[in-house]
């Protein structure tokens, strides 16, 4: 049933929760939340400080050393996870209305995107509480001694996220850290602190005891940096820029804590010759102008073979200017605006560089006079050196370059410091296997794009980041491993 939301209903959860409530900041400090389609506030939202994020480690060490949860069965661990994935389900109205109003995204998105995909990371990584296996050892030291290793959790885990998807990205981290048995704090980005909140409250009535899940909404250089540094904490996993990912490594190197980076992207989607064109332009464009452009993995360089570049860029400019922009809960947006000021004017500025560096193919100017809305951007003919090629714009834009050479190519693709993701489309399945094989990058999707399943690693090389998101592989950056070593002959 298609529910319309009731944008001005009120917004139910806006303190920080910690201990299983919902508190003001110790020093009663609030900041506004702004609606990105109309720039208008949305409601004010408790901020929390440095000691905030004291109180709710302490919080989270008790809730690790002396709760239940990391002592209760993995069965009842699992079924708890579990539950919460079907409250978030069932949840999807409000959640969906949440994220649409602080995010920006289309609501039918966010509904029938971000809500099912967080559900199902609660689903899958639930059956992990069951199967957190160590191994038995054969050794060969002199003696006779019986040798096995335990997969333990880390103790209280920093999670902290940025606004492209906040819910998702949230569960990503959350899903396995608390299958693990850890104990979590996490800071949502400040643009969009509410689905994490609301996500606070179905963690609760889910059966996830009080303490274990924990949220400081705030500023990253306040809660941020003191969750990176704090002492107390066991590890960070961070998701965000390359250059905040560099800080959060400086502030972790106090109590030398394990650290997770998911950061940065500039993603190359390569067009071969006798690939499925249609099928191409279609994905390659959504990998671009999907949620705006603001996704790590985002299509953003465009390698199309000579023998086809006409076809294809006159293809994705039609698409681009078919796109419907517009707010969140017009049902009829495909996409939605930024998610805030600051990110409208940054991306703003790379329109006016990419102007000087390369044509215009199509877009290339903001939408309307209120929100922060951004037509669907192609550039063409840039220098590889071009900033435009070289950096992050996390926005709706793509920048297409010619090639002729299949070595040339890859070493175009590979010619940046990120490695997150990587396109090719092809009908030879050889070309498909030995570029896949080549490229360096975390992900590479052939003949699709932006495919993601909790079962499936998701995580960068090179300047991209350390570690991995979801998967078997994730269940690593979550727990140690302790041998355990007994003489059995006394
Ligand atoms: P950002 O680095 O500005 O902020 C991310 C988070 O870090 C926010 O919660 C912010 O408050 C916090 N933060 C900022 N300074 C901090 C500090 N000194 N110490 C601790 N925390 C701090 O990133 P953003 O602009 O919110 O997000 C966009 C970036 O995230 C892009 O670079 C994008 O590629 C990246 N990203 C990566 C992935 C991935 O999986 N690799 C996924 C989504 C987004």
Known sequence: MTVTPDIHAPIEHTKLLIGGEFVDALDGKVFDTINPSTGEVIT?????????????????RDAFENGPWRRMKPNERAAALWRLGDLLLADADE???VETLDQGKPFAFAKGGDVPSAAGLFHYMSGFATKLEGATIPISAPGNFHTYTRREALGVVGLIVPWNFPLTISAWKLAPALAAGNTVVLKPAEATPLSALRLGQLALEAGIPPGVFNVVNGYGSTVGQRLAEHPDVDKV?????????????????????????????????????????EAAIAGSSAGIFFNAGQACAAASRLYVHDDVYDEVIAGMAEKA???????????????????????????????????????????GARLGERGYFIEPTIFAGAAPDARI?????????????????T???IAQANDTRYGLASGVWTSNVSTAHSVAARIQAGTVWVNSYGVFDPSMPFGGMKESGWGREMGHDVMHDYTDVKTVCVNIDG
């Open 44 to 60: 004010q939202v408790a901020e929390g400080s440095a000691a905030d994020v004291d109180r709710a480690v302490a919080v989270a």
């Open 389 to 405: 090629i070289k950096e992050e714009i996390f926005g709706p834009v793509v920048v297409a370059s010619r090639f002729s050479d």
């Open 321 to 363: 200017r078919q796109i419907k922009v517009g707010d969140g809960f017009d049902p009829t947006s495909e996409i939605g605006p930024v998610a805030s000021k600051e990110h409208f004017d940054r991306v703003s500025g790379y329109l006016e560089v990419g102007k000087g560096e390369g044509e215009v193919v199509t877009g």
């Open 95 to 97: 959640m969906g209305r």
């Open 237 to 277: 996993s961070f998701t965000g820029s390359t250059a905040t990912g560099r800080r959060i490594l400086d502030s972790a190197k106090g109590n030398l804590k394990r650290v997770t980076l998911e950061l940065g992207g500039k993603s190359a989607n390569i067009i071969f010759p006798d690939a499925d064109i």
């Open 407 to 409: 070595d040339d190519v």
